[in-house]
C-alpha cells in the first residue's frame, strides 16, 4: 500500500480578476462579479470591492472566505484608528496596515490577491500591490487574480514607459484622463474574459476622485 | 537473424516501453506536457425522422480558452455524425481514423454505413488502449435499420440511448434533457431542446461556453447547421480604439562575421592537385 498524502485543502479558489488604475487626481478600481469552484459557478453577483476608508478601496480576488475574515479585520482596526486618532485613515497607511495584516499570517496565508486603490494625503491617485503575503509596492496601475496574466501585459503596453532600464518610471501615476482611464478597464476585462473562463458576468468599476465615490457596472459574457 | 526479429512492426494497442522513464522523470522534477481538453458540453436525442446532435464550440488549455470557436461535431459517414469530448488531439484522430475505415468498408460492402459498425471499430480501438485515449463520444446516425444513439467512454464501454449528454457540462445539459424529454419530438421541438440544453452547459459549466453548432440527420439527408446559436457576442468594445507603436527597443547592436568556408583561390588550376 503506497503511502497516502493529505487530500484536504483548507483552501479554495474562487477565480476572478480584480484591476486598479491610478491617475493624476483620479483612482479607478474595478473587479468582476463571478465567484466559482472548480467549473461551476456559484455566483454571478459577488462584489469583491470594498471601501475600507474614506479614500481607500480594496478589491481581492483569491478564496473568498479569506477575503471576508480579511476584510472584517481591517475594517476593525480602522474602527479603532478612527477612534484613537479621530480622523480616516490615509491610503498610504491602509496600504501599510494591509501589508502587516497579511504578513501577520505568514505560516497559515490569507489566500487573497489584493489591490489597494485611493488618493493620497495630496489628493493625487495612488495604487498599491500585493501578494499573499504582505509584500507591497505603490504603482500607477496594477492587475490581480485569474485574468492578471492577461490584461497585465496590455496595460504595460499600453501604459509603461518604454524600458525600464532606458527610462525609470519615476512617477507613478499614469497620464490618462478619467474617462480614457475607465474605457481602457471595460477594454481589459471584455478581452480577459474572451479567454479566461473564471471571468466574466459583470464588471463593478469604482471610481474615486476629489468630488467623492462614484460606482458603475457594465455586463460581460455570462459562458 | 536477431537484429531482424527485433524490428518487426508494434502490433497495435498501448506501448509501455516509456513509462518507467516517464516515472523516473516526474520523480526528478519534470513536470507532464498538460493536453488540450475540450472541456465541452456535447449531447444527442432521437426525434421522430432520426437524430439531432449538439455541442458547444470551447476548447480550453487547463484555466484559458484555446479555441473560441472550434468544432466538436465530427463527420464519420455521410449518415453518421460524432462529438467528442475529452482531450480534442484524441477525438480528432479517433474519429478520422474510423472515418476513413467506414470508407473502406462502404467501398468494399457497396452499401451506406451502419452507426453500430461505427460503433464496434470506435469501443474495441478505445479499449485496447485501456482509457489511454480520452476521447468521449456521442455517435449518432440514421441507417437502414433507422435512427441510433450511442454514447462511447474512454475505457471502451458504450450505451444505446434516446437521449445522451457527456462531457464537463453533461450534468447541466442532462437536467434540462430529464425535465423536457419526450419521445416523438418533430424536428423543430428537437433542435429547440438540443439548443438549450447546448446553452445550460455553456452558461452553467466553466469548461463550455460560446456557441452552439446543430447537427440533424435524418434518412437520406444530413443538415450541419454550423454555430445556429451564437449566445455569447463581445460586450464591449473601445470606439477610439487602441494603437500598439511601442516596438521592442534595440539595446544594442553588434554585428559578428561568420568565418568564412570556402577558400578562394586566386588564379591558377585549384582544382588540379
Not at chain 1, 113 to 125: C, P, S, Y
Not at chain 2, 45 to 51: A, E, M, P, S, T
Not at chain 2, 198 to 209: A, P, Y
Request: a neutral charge.
Amino acid at each position: 500500500m503506497t503511502k497516502q498524502q493529505a487530500n484536504w485543502s483548507p483552501y479554495d479558489n474562487n477565480g476572478g480578476t480584480c484591476v486598479a488604475i491610478a491617475g493624476a487626481d483620479y483612482c479607478v478600481i474595478a473587479a468582476d462579479t463571478r465567484m466559482s469552484s472548480g467549473y461551476n459557478i456559484l455566483t454571478r453577483d459577488y462584489s469583491k470591492i470594498i471601501q475600507l476608508a474614506d479614500k481607500s478601496v480594496m478589491a481581492s480576488s483569491g478564496f473568498q472566505a479569506d477575503v471576508r475574515a480579511l476584510q472584517k479585520v481591517l475594517a476593525s482596526r480602522h474602527l479603532l484608528y478612527q477612534h484613537q486618532h479621530n480622523k480616516q485613515m490615509s491610503c498610504p497607511a491602509m496600504a501599510q496596515l494591509l501589508s502587516n495584516t497579511l504578513y501577520y499570517k505568514r505560516f497559515f496565508p490569507y489566500y487573497a490577491f489584493n489591490v489597494l486603490g485611493g488618493l493620497d494625503n495630496e489628493g493625487k491617485g495612488c495604487v498599491f500591490t500585493y501578494d499573499a503575503v504582505g509584500s507591497y509596492e505603490r504603482v500607477g496601475y496594477s492587475s490581480q487574480g485569474s485574468g492578471s496574466t492577461l490584461i497585465t501585459p496590455f496595460l504595460d503596453n499600453q501604459l509603461k514607459s518604454p524600458s525600464p532600464l532606458l527610462l525609470p518610471a519615476k512617477d507613478a501615476v499614469t497620464p490618462l484622463s478619467e474617462a480614457e482611464a475607465i474605457d481602457l478597464v471595460k477594454t481589459c476585462f471584455a478581452s480577459a474574459t474572451e479567454r479566461d473562463i473564471y471571468t466574466g458576468d459583470k464588471l463593478e468599476i469604482i471610481v474615486l476622485n476629489a468630488s467623492g465615490i462614484r460606482q458603475e457596472y457594465m455586463e460581460l459574457r455570462k459562458d | 537473424m536477431i537484429r531482424e526479429a527485433m524490428e518487426m512492426p508494434p502490433k497495435g494497442g498501448f506501448s509501455f516501453d516509456l513509462c518507467k522513464r516517464n516515472d523516473m522523470l516526474v520523480k526528478k522534477g519534470l513536470k507532464e506536457p498538460s493536453f488540450l481538453k475540450t472541456g465541452t458540453t456535447i449531447v444527442g436525442l432521437i426525434f421522430k425522422d432520426g437524430v439531432i446532435l449538439g455541442a458547444d464550440t470551447r476548447a480550453t488549455e487547463g484555466p484559458i480558452v484555446a479555441d473560441k470557436n472550434c468544432e466538436k461535431i465530427h463527420y464519420m459517414a455521410p449518415n453518421i455524425y460524432c462529438c467528442g469530448a475529452g482531450t480534442a488531439a484524441d477525438t480528432e484522430a479517433v474519429t478520422d481514423m474510423v472515418s476513413s475505415q467506414l470508407k473502406l468498408h462502404r467501398y468494399h460492402t457497396g452499401r451506406e454505413s451502419r452507426v453500430v459498425t461505427a460503433l464496434s471499430l470506435l469501443k474495441s480501438h478505445l479499449f485496447s488502449y485501456q482509457g489511454y485515449v480520452s476521447a468521449a463520444l456521442v455517435l449518432g446516425g440514421v441507417d437502414v435499420t433507422g435512427p441510433h444513439l450511442h454514447t462511447i467512454y474512454p475505457h471502451g464501454s458504450t450505451d444505446t440511448l434516446p437521449f445522451a449528454t457527456m462531457g464537463s457540462g453533461s450534468l447541466a445539459a442532462m437536467a434540462v434533457f430529464e425535465s423536457k424529454y419526450r419521445e416523438g419530438l418533430t424536428r423543430d421541438e428537437g433542435v429547440k431542446l438540443v439548443s438549450e440544453a447546448i446553452c445550460s452547459g455553456i452558461f452553467n459549466d466553466l469548461g463550455s461556453g460560446s456557441n452552439v453548432d446543430i447537427c440533424v440527420i435524418t434518412q437520406g439527408e444530413k443538415e450541419y447547421l454550423r454555430n445556429h446559436m451564437l449566445p455569447n457576442p463581445r460586450t464591449y468594445i473601445s470606439e477610439k480604439g487602441y494603437s500598439f507603436s511601442k516596438k521592442t527597443e534595440v539595446l544594442r547592436t553588434k554585428i559578428t562575421p561568420l568565418r568564412e568556408m570556402v577558400e578562394v583561390i586566386e588564379g591558377g588550376d585549384a582544382m588540379e592537385e
